[in-house]
């Protein structure tokens, strides 16, 4: 006996529309983009100078037990070079910098028209050229969030290199790898890089962020899709 099979049914499915889309990062030159390293390196160059004169890479836990039961009763007194004042006004890392980026979105700092914060970035930079676009997507919404939410006139500038950078950014500051690294305000001796980064890169474009600050209902809008959809399944207490 044979059976009809019913011909494929069509069903509508109903979908939000969604007013956010991704955020682009700002477009930056190759040019100018090698010329942002250039002036990058020279800036964190004396931090791996100091690093590599002034701090013993780990040896391990065996190392460092052998070398502390050889160790003499009369200690030595061990003279340290200052080190350099930029350390603190440069962050290093995924972790420190989404940190630093979440404290500025929450309003949490006193920040204030016309006075500088301590802990406020006004350069970030991301090697995009070795790392997943998953693992840096979000810095330009953290980036855009918190350049509204400082009252700073100046916003913060994000600049991704295309090209792979890490290895010469690690070797400049004198630690293993680097993937991004941000720069707080009135960084001593970053005001050469900071001109030709304000100059050259804009700020980071959230069209729908700007809209928030002048309040107005708007309507969900609900998209209709017409698809198709396998054929309904017969029972077997059906088929006789």
């Known amino acids: 006996m044979t059976t009809s099979v019913p011909a494929g049914r069509k ?3 109903h979908h939000l529309d969604t ?13 100018d983009q090698d010329t942002i390293l250039e002036l990058l390196c020279n800036l964190l160059s004396p931090i791996g100078q100091h690093r590599r004169t002034h701090l013993k890479a780990s040896q391990g836990k065996r190392e460092a037990k052998r070398k502390a039961s050889k160790k003499l009763v009369t200690p030595e007194v061990s003279v340290t070079k200052p080190k350099p004042e930029l350390v603190d006004y440069v962050d290093v890392g995924f972790n420190a ?10 309003g949490t700092q006193a920040i204030h028209a016309g006075q500088s914060s301590e802990n406020s970035y006004n350069m970030i930079f991301v090697s995009r050229g070795t790392q997943s676009a998953a693992f840096n997507c979000h810095f330009p919404k953290v980036v855009g969030v918190a350049s509204r939410m400082c009252a700073s006139t100046e916003d913060i500038k ?10 010469r950014l690690a070797e400049n500051l004198g630690i293993a790898r680097v993937s991004s ?4 305000k009135d960084a001593p001796g970053a005001q050469a ?5 304000s100059g050259h890169v804009a700020s980071v474009d959230i069209a729908w962020l700007d809209n928030t600050r002048s309040i107005q209902y708007k309507p969900a809008q609900i998209a209709a899709v017409e698809t198709k959809i396998g054929p309904k399944k017969i029972k077997r207490s059906q088929v006789s």
Do not use: N, Q, Y
């Not at 890089?193 to 980064?197: H, I």
């Open 19 to 31: 007013p956010f889309s991704t955020v682009a990062w700002p477009e930056v030159s190759l040019d």
């Open 193 to 197: 890089l900071w001109t030709f980064v």
């Open 158 to 167: 994000l600049v991704g290199f295309s090209k792979s950078c890490s290895d």
């Open 97 to 106: 910098i989404t940190r630093g980026l979440e404290t500025m979105s929450s």
């Open 11 to 13: 069903r509508l499915f």
């Open 181 to 184: 690294l941000a720069i707080k």
